[in-house]
């Protein structure tokens, strides 16, 4: 079962920028995907971003795209999702997740989760 420990959340004022990181241990195959999904208090779980190491493909939510960059280092076994440009609404807890294959919708799909770090823009 793949690990992962996510870090970087904080309060921030809006246009500010943070970059999260997902630490990750246990993998056992070279095709797999990483997204990252938050969930804020009241609503669902949505995907935000999505890196599949088959084909380098990244994706992103209409609702980020421009701001949010999705990256890994595969020495560190770490993959960062670099936030600028930080709205109020993107106050959430942030979880990244794992599954073996491609980037897929939805949450049900991805095996393995992270604890979560708290993301909060407010002036």
């Known amino acids: 079962q793949v690990q992962f420990v996510e870090s970087g959340g904080g309060l921030v004022q809006p246009g500010g920028s943070l970059r999260l990181s997902c630490a990750a241990s246990g993998f056992t195959s070279n095709y797999y995907a990483i997204g990252w999904f938050r969930q804020a208090p009241g609503k669902e779980r949505e995907g935000v971003s999505c890196?599949?190491?088959?084909?380098?493909?990244?994706y992103y939510a209409d609702s980020v795209k421009g701001r949010f960059t999705i990256s890994r280092d595969s020495a560190k076994n770490t993959v960062y999702l670099q936030m600028n440009s930080l709205e109020p609404e993107d106050t959430a807890v942030y979880h990244c997740a794992f599954r073996g294959g491609f980037c897929v919708a939805g949450t049900l799909v991805y095996d393995s989760w992270g604890q979560g770090t708290q993301v909060t823009v407010s002036s």
């Open positions: 890196f599949e190491s088959a084909t380098g493909d990244t």
